[in-house]
């Protein structure tokens, strides 16, 4: 092909002098072979004009004219990588562009649902503490909301004292009728929880409404859960596992460690076996009392009140008498707050059954005055009392009394007795040679057995050991023993509270002979002597809390305004003069905890050649999450005279100087 020249072929056909039918028909008929070049002919030339078409095409320019091959430059093809990015950015920026879009017509100013709704409360409050929920709702939307309800549930132990706004149904629902564009709303239900500790107590919404324009109903829920921390005292019980048959049998109830009571008056309250009796020793109220006021409220319940932190603590004897052998016999007893509608709400409960015993002659046993379980700590002496009395109609001879000590800490080598019986291993028996009464318990006499024995130190050794002991007494006659239980005393169990100890020691010179203290020494008067006092705390067995470390500064002694700890916070109470260590939570892991701070002293004229009380002793309190006691513990007196101070006490005696 040269320039745009097209190559034409022409075929050529002889005219005929005659165009008539006649002549038409004389024409002579092409042979096969003619029509088959004829054919490759026209085929051959539309082939030509195509491809100069195309080509054609091709090589212009936007003008129309040929494109000079020798001068074209070709540009590359785009990687399938770069393609593929392209395409994914346009599909980006579109999918942005349709989002922007639906926000801009269909976002929520437009959406019917769009209320929002919720209840907020406290995350914890003590029991009986008032406190507030707050219904809060708000309409983004463009829409008014019209035919609102709201509807409230409450916890069980919910008790209502005030609304912002009063309910129309009941307590519970409220026709707030519309809600306007753009509207928020609040509601306040103000009340008190009356539950047990660490109960969890939700409150639950439900907000209707129909949107204008709309004739379906819509809703909104929501909810919030509060924890009941704590009482604000705590409330424990003592009592024996064993109750005699047709006897008065003792219980204790001990109210201590007031924090706070938002409960005011509440009520005692008891379920009881069928033929049982109760009783609580009641007391008269008075102006000034500073302890509680028991009183009858009815049935088998009483009243306590005048509970407030200047009450101390609290011991509520307890009485009950079963007077037939029943299966089972368990007693429960509650505390509760009556409302004047008669609604009762219980914040504590216990409950226990006693093993029933019945005998004509009956033994009872008392440690250190108290027929009752309880906690007792290491070193601790036990003073025990067994009571005889034959109430019935025959006459025992030759009776025998024993005593069973079972636990690995009674200290044997302490064991001191008014009269001397037999220890065989840990039972200490007594017959008639030992006691002449003995010999013949006659109908309606009565007689008693008194020892003491001391419990044993803890040392590292004893880990592992049961830190429980059990005692019971057992009677025989004709100089033996009888078994079963109906000849068995009250059986009373004591668990071992925890090795809790505080140590405390005050110095001039530390443990590694470097001064920590100032100033004369021995002290003088006028002169300011300043010491540091070290508090350090041990516990392995049982996890503690509410740990707290208290001194009463003497009267010449000053805090000097410094002082550190590792555990809890130290801090001095200038309003009662005291140091004080709160120490809270002493889990296993924590076996050791420790306090430091300093003390001045400035002497008068009237403590020459005196030695003067720098501590009185500090005590440390705790409770026993093991054995549910408070363990109390106090440390030494601390002198002037530097008891744990060696580097001091060789030129110091303690004495001031004028």
Not at 331 to 360: H, N
Not at 526 to 551: C, I, M, P, S
């Amino acid at each position: 092909m040269t320039g745009n020249k097209k190559i034409k072929k022409i075929l050529r056909v002889d005219k005929q002098e005659s165009s008539s039918l006649s002549a038409f028909v004389e024409r002579p008929v092409p042979s096969d072979q003619e029509v088959s070049s004829f054919e490759k002919a026209v085929d051959h030339e539309v082939r030509n004009y195509e491809i100069d078409n195309n080509l054609s095409e091709i090589y212009s320019d936007k003008r129309g004219g040929i494109v000079d091959v020798k001068k074209m430059k070709v540009k590359r093809r785009q990687s399938l990588i770069i393609r593929f990015f392209k395409k994914l950015s346009l599909l980006i920026l579109f999918l942005i562009f349709s989002y922007l879009a639906y926000s801009y017509f269909f976002d929520k100013s437009g959406d019917s649902s769009a209320l929002e709704f919720k209840i907020e409360a406290p995350e914890k409050i003590m029991i009986g503490e008032e406190f507030s929920y707050q219904i809060k709702y708000h309409n983004p939307s463009k829409i008014v909301l019209r035919k609102v309800y709201l509807e409230m549930q409450y916890p069980e132990n919910f008790i209502i004292t005030n609304f912002s706004t009063p309910p129309q149904s009941g307590n519970y629902g409220w026709n707030l009728e519309e809600i306007n564009s753009g509207a928020n709303g609040t509601l306040t239900i103000t009340g008190k929880l009356i539950n047990k500790p660490e109960s969890v107590n939700v409150i639950s919404g439900r907000l209707s409404y129909v949107p204008a324009n709309y004739s379906a109903q819509f809703k909104k829920e929501a909810s919030v859960s509060t924890v009941l921390s704590e009482l604000g005292f705590r409330a424990d019980l003592e009592y024996s596992q064993t109750a005699f048959v047709g006897q008065e049998n003792s219980i204790k109830l001990i109210l201590s460690d007031l924090k706070e009571n938002f409960l005011g008056d509440f009520n005692l309250s008891f379920s009881l076996p069928e033929e049982t009796n109760i009783s609580v020793e009641e007391t008269a109220s008075s102006t000034d009392q500073k302890g509680i006021i028991i009183s009858k409220s009815g049935g088998v319940s009483w009243q306590i009140s005048n509970l407030n932190v200047d009450s101390g603590r609290q011991e509520i004897p307890l009485f009950y008498k079963i007077n037939t052998l029943v299966d089972n016999p368990e007693i429960k007893i509650r505390l509760e707050k009556k409302m004047e509608d008669g609604q009762a709400y219980t914040f504590w409960e216990k409950s226990f059954i006693p093993e029933l015993v019945k005998s004509d002659l009956n033994l009872t046993m008392e440690i250190n005055d108290s027929k009752n379980d309880g906690a007792i700590n290491f070193n601790d002496k036990l003073n025990y009392r067994i009571s005889y009395s034959n109430q019935g109609k025959n006459t025992f001879k030759d009776a025998v009394i024993l005593v069973a000590l079972q636990g690995d800490f009674f200290d044997l080598n302490s064991l001191k007795m008014d009269v001397k019986g037999d220890v065989n291993g840990q039972t200490v028996i007594w017959t008639k040679e030992d006691i002449e009464a003995l010999a013949e318990i006659k109908p309606g006499q009565t007689g008693e057995i008194n020892f003491s024995i001391k419990i044993s130190d803890f040392s590292e050794n004893d880990l592992g050991k049961e830190m429980e002991l059990v005692s019971y007494a057992q009677y025989g006659v004709n100089n033996q023993g009888t078994k079963g239980d109906d000849n068995k005393s009250n059986t009373v169990t004591f668990k071992i509270n925890s090795d809790l100890n505080l140590s405390e020691s005050i110095r001039y010179f530390n443990e590694d002979n470097l001064p920590v203290g100032s100033g004369p020494l021995p002290p003088r008067v006028g002169q300011d002597t300043y010491f540091k006092v070290y508090w350090t705390v041990k516990n392995n067995l049982h996890e503690l809390t509410d740990a707290r470390v208290v001194l009463n500064l003497p009267a010449n002694v000053e805090w000097d305004g410094r002082n550190f700890t590792n555990v809890g916070n130290i801090f001095y109470d200038s309003a009662n003069r005291q140091m004080i260590w709160n120490i809270g939570r002493l889990p296993l892991a924590v076996y050791r905890a420790d306090a430091e701070f300093g003390i001045y002293l400035r002497p008068s004229e009237n403590d020459v050649d005196k030695i003067l009380v720098l501590s009185p002793g500090a005590i440390i309190t705790a409770h026993d999450i093991e054995t549910s006691n408070v363990i109390t513990k106090k440390t030494g007196v601390k002198t002037t005279k530097l008891e744990d101070d060696d580097i001091a006490s060789l030129n110091n005696s303690g004495q001031i100087q004028p």
